[in-house]
């Protein structure tokens, strides 16, 4: 896979070289861990944000240097009051767009026992990972790097498995096999 890329400040590749790389990321189905697995040397220009669209996360701009934002992802205690979570909910969502739910009532083996498997879904061929590649929300399973790539013009640096479990769950048959 070869895909355009770009030294901070140098060497911007034109908005026809992005469009051109985010089909070839799309269609090769390989996700960012095909990425990695083909040892590329830099991280591909559709990868890298450029400084404008940067501004609201510059550190200069931090009124309190004592205040770190930094390794610090909110934790929410499902045991409380169900207001207070909901507001909680909503205020970790719209700062940081993620948060940690404690006291959900889900078993740690179960949670290990999915991460592992996710773990292995990630680690498994990508041949067997190119059929769950979609950025149709609307499927209940699928694997994608980002869900807005064509209108973003950006991608994330990540894979992501989506399971829509609710309100109607998968068959076992759209669900990836196990490892």
């Known amino acids: 896979m070869s895909f355009p890329s770009v030294v901070p400040s140098r060497n911007i ?3 026809l070289e ?6 070839a990321f799309d269609e090769s189905k390989a996700g960012v861990k095909g990425l990695v697995d083909s040892r590329i040397a830099t991280v591909p220009s559709i990868f890298i944000e450029p400084p404008e669209s940067n501004r609201r996360h510059n550190r200069s701009e931090c009124t309190d240097p004592d205040q770190s934002y930094e390794h610090v992802v909110p934790v929410i ?3 409380g009051p169900r207001e207070d979570i909901v507001v909680q909910i909503c205020e970790a ?3 940081w767009g993620v948060f940690q739910a404690v006291n959900h009532g889900v078993p740690l083996t ?10 292995k879904f990630h680690e498994s061929p990508a041949e067997e990972k190119q059929q769950f ?3 149709d929300l609307k499927k209940k399973v699928g694997l994608a790097s980002t869900f807005d790539l064509y209108t973003r013009k950006r991608a994330n640096w ?7 479990m609710a309100p ?3 068959s076992p048959e759209e669900l990836p096999m196990p490892w």
Not at 18 to 23: G, N, P, R
Not at 158 to 164: F, G, L
């Open 77 to 79: 205690d499902l045991s």
């Open 133 to 135: 590649y979609t950025r």
């Open 13 to 15: 590749p034109s908005d």
């Open 18 to 23: 992005i469009e051109e790389a985010i089909k």
């Open 110 to 119: 179960i949670l290990d026992e999915m991460l592992l498997e996710v773990a």
């Open 168 to 170: 109607d769950p998968p």
């Open 93 to 95: 969502s719209e700062k």
């Open 158 to 164: 990540r894979d992501t498995v989506h399971c829509d």
